[in-house]
């Protein structure tokens, strides 16, 4: 299964990717970003989403973009939410 299909939360993808290889904890990242641990660490833990301020802050660390952060929240958010949520009641309309 690919990563579109399936894809990781954010939190997953900023501990494998970048703070691992970086060998730096979640404490010394948000002292860096200068944002509370708590809130590094339930994003690693995937217990809460990237916002805007995060995903500014992580761009500017790590050299990427802020819609790279947002994007990828989006996609996760899209993809537990079609698991979720039943819209095959739906009708799709149609112009007249």
Not at 1 to 20: A, D, F, Q, R, W
Not at 67 to 88: G, K, L
């Amino acid at each position: 299964m690919s990563l579109l299909e399936n894809p990781m939360h954010p939190g997953e993808v900023l501990k494998e990717l970048y703070l691992n290889p970086l060998n730096m904890s979640s404490i010394g990242l948000a002292k860096r970003l200068n944002v509370p641990r708590t809130r590094i660490e339930r994003l690693v833990k995937g217990t809460t989403s990237i916002t805007p301020d995060t995903a500014l802050r992580l761009a500017r660390a790590f050299k990427t973009h802020p819609s790279y952060w947002m994007n990828m929240q989006i996609n996760y958010d899209m993809f537990i939410a079609s698991r979720e949520i039943d819209v095959s009641n739906i009708k799709p309309l149609t112009a007249a």
